[in-house]
């Protein structure tokens, strides 16, 4: 570099430093002229100065640092990953594309060097956040996949390879609409909002952290400066920003915050809406004034939350008023004519023609006019106090109230005794009330209210109200168990969607919801997901993220029925996806999905996927209500499930016995229980608590049949679990009794293929065993087992149970030999779905000890005792059959009459 140059660079660099901060960057390029390479220059200094007191000098020291490391060569590794070439280079390092190519993987990888990284709390902070990076999953973040450090103590990043376009360089290539540009910038701003719900402020938001995949899909790439939410202060020898999209705040070095961020995605909507655009276009004033709400000085000005960013963009879309804009008559007036363009059309043309026709005769009718004016508006106005009325419920609701106690339901209840007792209001106004507060009483759970407001809207002569009330009080009823009043009534609803083809869609859309969940409930699973998947399609193509996201909720719900818990799972994701790009990521709705979806996790025999699923559903569920709250009844009782899978019983009885405390403090319907009594029958029965387990299920049995009649599944599969208990306990007759009624129940009601119809077939396999006659026995279970295997995984909990009671048929039969084998695989399949050291497990390894005897190895016995004892006898009641068990081998005795007691 010329004495010359930098002599420029030097003077520049001094020049910038006496601008205020929020003007440096507009100082630099008029300054640098025509010569991006020194404005660049000067600019680099500028962000390793991070002090306004440093020299020069200083800033050149630790820019060479920095700097002046030759990077890294072809064909270097870092770990399992082989450099390929760098494909990156930026203020705070290089970006090296490299392969992945050791024994496991074939992958490729981002990396990224940072440098400027020096003494050990910084490095030690940077492994801190790391971590926390590593837990960003979006669709539109760049996944930071591995980490460590070279030789000379800096770190790397390893990140996705994302095949994409840098952003400002697509939208010149593609020229996108202004719709396109809009919701690439919602999915942005989706991602970051996921970052700030995981505590992380990216901090450097810039078109060049973003890229566009083949599909059109934006995807920030670069999250290696940010920070956790909780050290936000800033470091003397750290600057990490874009000058031009760093916020004022960022630039005069005061404390980051996500109103940072804010900023930047505001910076960075103005280079996406405007990017390859004609010079003289102009933005519409609704996305100026979002524009500039953003990127206000003052950051508690700005938009609360990138979610709210993304929900103003949405109603620009939708056409409706944004709140970026003063709320004025005229301007609320003007989104409301655009949204509904072509009745404007209508009424414009309709005013002309009457125009032309007569103006006398509307002289003469000027009064009848403003006197159905004056009612329009007051119809207006009565909307506008339901929709107040709405919003006010919603602070009431649990997702929103946070536990506060607030008196929304007072003046629900008043509305309520006014709308059902008071003749004062018009027929149609009443009609409209009663369905707006059957509406808030099917939120609060009030059972009784809703349905009676929900009949009385049902009266409405306007068919959308009609419709829309009954398709309500269908899924009213459904929700209360009364699955046979819902049937007629939303028979009626599919019949006023056929005589009514032109209603709003989304009142059509809602009632077929309606009817498929009936469906569902009646046992027409395959039918019910074929109107979700069909409601998926509709929502997916008008762009309703937010009920897209709700049908496959639903369409997943169906597939479980189905038993193909493959699909199922798939779409719980594609759902919590859904939810989390429209900003329901911390409502009750997303912690519902996640329940679930460890349920369908467990069906497939993935429970370590399943634990964090429903973890992260419970503590979502506590930090919203609250760990009292009565409405955490079902939360307690999947928190039970997780212990109970886990094999950690004592812990899951306390969850399950809190879950019916919590159902009966609740007020809602008994049948609820039924579930909760029977799963803590079974962390009883799993336990090796009979006596304790039996009256439970007999109670969960008998509020099945009274609540849904003796052909409904639940009633089935609370006969199952009886039967099993049975068995064990020596009682075949009753136990048989009941296998056939459970049987016959699946049949009829999910066909002889379901898995569920099957594994109760599976019952009559145990029975034969238990009564010895291990030949039928053998005829059945594998008979159950080849079938189940086709729908499956083996290390599917209903898989390892058929599968050691096949062991134990073998170890009777006398084939050791194929016992052996088969036992090592189910006890690797254990470890891997339960963890080695589960206690049933344990009880399935005492057949191992078993077979050592009989085979007369016997200093191996002893050794698998010493080791499964403790197992067994910590977690397993000692009149369990495992503990007997064990004491039988533990004096030799082989024969099951030792440990098989029929009066157990």
Known sequence: MSKTRWSRI???????????????????????????????????????????????????SRAAADFSHPGLGEDRRLGPYRIVRRIGQGGMGEVYLAERDDQEYSQRVAIKVIRGFAGEGAMERFRRERQILAELQHPNIARLLDGGTIEDGQPYLVMDFIDGQALRAWLRERSPGLEARVRMM???????????????????????????????????????????????????????????????????????????????????????????????????????????????????????????????????????????RPATPVYQASRFLRRHRAMAVLATAAGLLMAVVSWGWLDDNRRARDAESRALIEARHGEQVLDFLLDAIAAAEPGQSRGRDVSVREIVDRSYARVTRGSDLAPELRARMALALGEVYVRLEDHERAVELLELAGL?????????????????????????????????????????????????????NHHALWLLEVGQAESAATVFAELVDVHRRSGDEVAAGRMLHNLALAENAKGDWESAASHFRASLVAKQRTGMADTPSYAVTLSLLAQAQVRLGDYEAARQSMQASMDLRVRIFGADHPGLHHDYNEQGSMFHD????????????????????????????????????????????????????????????????????????????????????????????????????????RGEGHPATLYSQSLYGFLAWARGDYQGAAERLDAVHEALSAHLQPTNWWMLTIRGQRIRNW???????????????????????????????????????????????????????IELAPLVEEHLAPGSYAARQLQCLRRGDVLRECWFQRDS
């Open 460 to 512: 409405s002569e306007v068919p959308a109200t009609r419709l829309r009330a009954r398709s309500l009080l269908g899924y009213q009823l459904i929700i209360s168990e009364e699955i046979d009043a819902a049937g007629p009534v939303l028979a009626g609803v599919d019949e006023m969607i056929e005589a009514y083809p032109d209603l709003p869609s989304s009142v059509i859309n809602e009632g077929r």
């Open 186 to 324: 919602m999915a942005l701003c989706d991602a970051i909002h996921h970052a700030h719900q995981h505590l992380i402020i990216h901090r450097d938001i810039k078109p060049g952290n973003v890229l566009v995949t083949e599909q059109g899909e934006p995807v920030l790439v670069d999250f290696g400066i940010a920070r956790a939410l909780d050290d936000v202060e800033p470091d003397a020898d750290e600057v990490g920003y874009t000058p031009g999209f760093a916020s004022p705040e960022q630039l005069a070095g005061q404390a980051v915050t996500t109103a940072s961020d804010i900023y930047s995605l505001g910076r960075l909507f103005e280079v996406l809406a405007r990017e390859g655009q004609a010079p003289e276009a102009r933005l519409p004033r609704d996305l100026c004034a979002i524009l500039e709400m953003a990127t206000r000085e003052d950051p508690g000005s700005r938009y609360l939350s990138a979610a709210g960013l993304r929900a103003d963009l949405l109603r620009f879309l939708e056409r409706r008023p944004v709140l970026a």
């Open 811 to 865: 170890i009777e039969l006398g084939e050791l030999a194929r016992a052996r084998a088969e036992l090592e695989a189910l006890l690797g399949d254990y470890g891997r779905a339960l963890g080695e050291d589960h206690p049933l497990a344990a009880a399935w390894a005492l057949e191992g000890v078993r077979i050592d005897r009989l085979q007369g190895e016997h200093a191996s016995a002893d050794e698998r005792l």
């Open 10 to 60: 030097e003077a520049l660099f001094h020049g910038a430093l006496e601008q205020p901060a929020e003007q440096r960057e507009a100082w630099l390029q008029a300054q640098a002229g025509t010569d991006p390479a020194l404005l660049e220059e000067v600019a680099r200094l500028l962000a390793c100065s991070g002090d306004e007191t440093r020299t020069i000098d200083q800033v050149v």
């Open 646 to 749: 886990r094999g950690r019983f004592d812990e899951a009885i306390g969850a399950y016995r809190r879950a019916i405390e919590l159902q009966a403090i609740s007020g809602g319907p008994e049948i609820e229980s039924a579930s909760y009594l029977n799963n803590l029958a079974s962390a009883h029965e799993d336990r090796g608590e009979l006596a304790q387990a039996e009256p439970l299920f007999r109670q969960s049995l008998a509020l099945r049949e009274q609540a849904l009649g003796p052909e409904h599944v639940s009633v089935a599969r609370a006969r199952h679990n009886l039967a099993r208990l049975l068995i064990r306990t020596g009682r075949f007759d009753e136990a048989e009794a009941l296998i056939d009624q459970a049987v016959a129940g699946w049949t009829s009601q």
